[in-house]
T-cell receptor, first 115, second 113 residues
Framework: KAGVTQTPRYLIKTRGQQVTLSCSPISGHRSVSWYQQTPGQGLQFLFEYFSETQRNKGNFPGRFSGRQFSNSRSEMNVSTLELGDSALYLCASSLGGTSGIDEQFFGPGTRLTVL | TQLLEQSPQFLSIQEGENLTVYCNSSSVFSSLQWYRQEPGEGPVLLVT?????EVKKLKRLTFQFGDARKDSSLHITAAQPGDTGLYLCAGSNYGGSQGNLIFGKGTKLSVKP
């Protein structure tokens, strides 16, 4: 079974630009969550999509947005990039249950550098 | 706001030594997961613990969930250089949206040959 894939793996942008990252979940998984990882803050939750609907959202500004398609693939977009947006962006997929034991599987991440 | 505190933050040991990493919170979690992450890669799920007091073993790794489901520990016996990496604990809760895992900041382990 193929794992979670993310594209691109590396990205360099300049301040003010926008960027779109893509995530393909494990086949059969309906939930996709996005996280930002930085050395100072660790892994922070951005948002979760389930069946094309945003089901949960973290504490990030509106410049961070996402969507999910009918095949469960997801994209996240960051507009008006700032230097502080430089980070490893991770997506994770899961079956999407609400029992509290829904295991998440992570992709390799997209390393975004903002100059 | 739920928080998970991991300790120690850094750990450098010699091959063959034992070590324990702790993950503590004042909040109750319905389950807790441990991940290992290598530089430039995504976290890889090691184990999920669900029941208070539960102990799970994965070769030389032993995971324990506290009785009150507020804390967890990871013990590695006879560490090897291949165990080097960032160990992360993450908690999740019952009901509603599930996608939000709360992560500790991690323990960076270095095992020297």
């Amino acid at each position: 079974k193929a794992g979670v894939t993310q594209t691109p793996r590396y990205l360099i942008k300049t301040r003010g630009q926008q960027v779109t990252l893509s995530c393909s979940p494990i086949s059969g998984h309906r939930s996709v969550s996005w996280y930002q990882q930085t050395p100072g803050q660790g892994l922070q939750f951005l948002f979760e999509y389930f069946s094309e609907t945003q089901r949960n959202k973290g504490n990030f500004p509106g410049r961070f947005s996402g969507r999910q398609f009918s095949n469960s693939r997801s994209e996240m977009n960051v507009s008006t990039l700032e230097l502080g947006d430089s980070a490893l962006y991770l997506c994770a997929s899961s079956l999407g249950g609400t029992s509290g034991i829904d295991e998440q599987f992570f992709g390799p991440g997209t390393r975004l550098t903002v100059l | 706001t739920q928080l998970l505190e991991q300790s120690p933050q850094f750990l450098s040991i010699q091959e063959g030594e034992n070590l324990t990493v702790y993950c503590n919170s004042s909040s109750v979690f319905s389950s807790l997961q441990w991940y290992r992450q290598e530089p430039g890669e995504g976290p890889v799920l090691l184990v999920t613990v669900v029941t208070g007091g539960e102990v799970k073993k994965l070769k030389r790794l032993t995971f324990q969930f506290g009785d009150a489901r507020k804390d967890s520990s990871l013990h590695i016996t006879a560490a090897q250089p291949g165990d080097t990496g960032l160990y992360l604990c993450a908690g999740s809760n019952y009901g509603g949206s599930q996608g939000n895992l709360i992560f500790g900041k991690g323990t960076k382990l270095s095992v020297k040959p």
